[in-house]
Nanobody
Framework: QVQLVESGGGLVQVGGSLRLSCAAP????????MGWFRQAPGRERTFVAG????????NYAEAVKGRFTISRDGAKNTVYLEMNSLKPEDTGVYYC??????????????WGQGTNVTVSS
């Protein structure tokens, strides 16, 4: 079983920023795309952003384009999600995922436990 460890969630005011991190095993991180998804209360989990194995290609949901940035650090086997200009509708549990396919919204095989993000107005 592949273990993905997320961190960085919390409570932030509207317009604020947060950075989420997700550490993955090196053997997985080197070859896989990485992605972030979120699940708002009472809703289905949706795609937020993805990045391919070498970091050269990224993909974002329309709702976060221009506000969120996904990146990866090969030295730390970690993927990041920088979230700026946060809105109440960004509230939810954020999940890290990895898979061979990507960086689109499909093809992820392993998931983290999730980290909570709450944007208060």
């Amino acid at each position: 079983q592949v273990q993905l460890v997320e961190s960085g969630g919390g409570l932030v005011q509207v317009g604020g920023s947060l950075r989420l991190s997700c550490a993955a095993p090196e053997t997985i991180f080197r070859r896989n795309a990485m992605g972030w998804f979120r699940q708002a209360p009472g809703r289905e989990r949706t795609f937020v952003a993805g990045i391919n194995y070498n970091g050269r290609t990224t993909n974002y949901a329309e709702a976060v384009k221009g506000r969120f940035t996904i990146s990866r650090d090969g030295a730390k086997n970690t993927v990041y999600l920088e979230m700026n200009s946060l809105k109440p509708e960004d509230t939810g549990v954020y999940y890290c995922a990895t898979g061979i396919r990507g960086p689109g919204p499909n093809g992820y095989d392993y998931w983290g436990q999730g980290t909570n993000v709450t944007v208060s107005s």
